[in-house]
């Protein structure tokens, strides 16, 4: 049995979220004593940890940033205190005395400094890469130059990038630090398979074309804005085409008056955050993935899982998880590629048997057991 920490910011809804989730089951199924550890108190996906699992917040530490707005907007919103001060210094506060035997980074910035300051070389040390950081942004937050971020993430043991794209982007912008490996997002396939099986509860607009989106509400990152124009686009063509989008966050209110300033509520609902997102996906005739840029995409490979056909903006993550568009559509990363491939597929709808069967074929790429073993073997120092 490992005494397992990991520091990430939050529990909200979200993939990074989700796979913390789903990765700290696991490892407390398997006999260890797993420890969360949360920057902020939002705790969303609390009622799906196992009850053996141990989750404590640890709040910023309080300084004169926080009593004074406008100092703080100056900086990185974790607080003046956490750039300026040293990674041992963080660590000491975070953590502090308690001894875990393996000490995980789960999120980019204060997450990956404060484990670098580990006063604890006993331990194993790892950090978790869930973005192309040519496009997300947030690496070097709390780090007060590129420099301090190479040595960061080059104290660790491994550095776990979700996919080959993500890795490529984090060599390109902080460099290889000789200690990076790709390993994929656990996926507990046969729950995901049973919660599906659940009624939805509420009934909504279906027609004959019916797409669905399952991600947090930030147009900027996730793209929504542009997927409800390309709807209702083909809707005023006279497409017969509706879509649900499945999910809470800052930009509900902004859709919701995109929807409504269309005249679009008859085939666009907002269903808001989900505890079970699951039956929206499998009883949606196609999986929409309309995000400017991704690391990995927990929705596009669940999609998958459940044989429903996939429709992905070309981005890192979903091209990785549909083979460059053997197993699903990708199409250009811009308005017009939405627009387009969904046009596709209303023209010619016997596409989505083919891509339903292709769907069904990429399963196996999900290997939960392999990726498991993978994650295992990380726990141990190397001798």
């Known amino acids: 049995m490992k005494k397992i920490l990991f520091v990430l910011p939050s529990l909200v ?8 989730v789903t990765l700290a089951n696991k490892l407390d199924s398997l006999g260890n004593s797993v420890t969360l550890m949360l920057l902020d108190n939002k705790t969303d996906l609390q009622y799906e940890l ?17 009593k004074l707005p406008y100092l703080r907007s100056k900086y990185y919103d974790d607080g003046m205190w956490e750039t300026r001060a040293k990674a041992e210094q963080l660590y000491n506060y975070y953590v502090g005395k308690e001894k875990f035997d393996v ?19 006993a331990a194993v040390h790892l950090a978790w890469v869930h973005n192309d950081f040519r496009r997300a942004k947030g690496f070097q937050n709390n780090f007060r130059s590129a420099g301090e971020v190479f040595a960061a993430y080059s104290s660790f043991d491994r550095v776990i990038c979700v996919s080959n794209e993500a890795q490529a982007g984090f060599i390109e912008t902080v460099g290889d630090t000789g200690n990076l490996a790709t390993i994929y997002n656990l ?25 669905a989106v399952v991600a947090r509400l930030h147009d900027s990152s996730k793209g929504q804005l542009r997927l409800i124009n390309a709807v209702t686009k ?42 079970n997102p699951y039956p929206y996906i499998k ?12 690391g990995f995409n927990l929705t596009v490979a669940e999609a998958l899982i459940l044989g429903v056909p996939v ?7 979903p091209r990785e998880i549909l083979d460059g568009g053997k197993y699903g559509i990708l199409v250009k990363n811009s308005d017009e590629g939405l627009y387009n491939g969904l046009k596709q597929i209303v023209e010619h709808s016997e596409l989505l048997s083919e891509y339903r069967e292709k769907a069904k074929a990429r399963q196996s790429f999900f290997d939960e057991n392999k990726i498991t073993n993978q ?3 990380l726990l141990g120092k190397e001798e």
């Open 375 to 377: 994650i295992i073997s």
């Open 311 to 317: 429709l992905s903006t070309d981005c890192t993550g």
């Open 103 to 121: 000490e995980i980074a789960f999120f980019r910035g204060l997450p990956v400094k404060i484990i670098s300051g580990s006063t604890d070389r």
């Open 187 to 211: 996926l507990p396939a046969e729950r995901i398979r049973a919660l599906a099986e659940e009624t939805p509860p509420e009934k909504y607009p279906r027609a004959k074309l019916h797409a």
């Open 283 to 294: 009883n949606a005739d196609l999986l929409v993935c309309s995000s400017y840029y991704e």
């Open 13 to 20: 809804v979200g993939g990074m979220e989700k796979m913390a």
């Open 50 to 66: 196992s009850d053996k699992v141990r989750l404590i917040h640890k709040p910023y530490k309080a300084h004169l940033g926080q």
């Open 234 to 275: 083909l809707h005023n063509e006279g497409a017969d085409i509706s879509l649900s989008i499945v999910g809470g966050g800052e930009d509900y209110e902004k859709f919701q008056k995109a929807v409504k300033d269309r005249n679009a509520e008859s085939y666009i609902t907002l269903h808001g955050l989900q505890k």
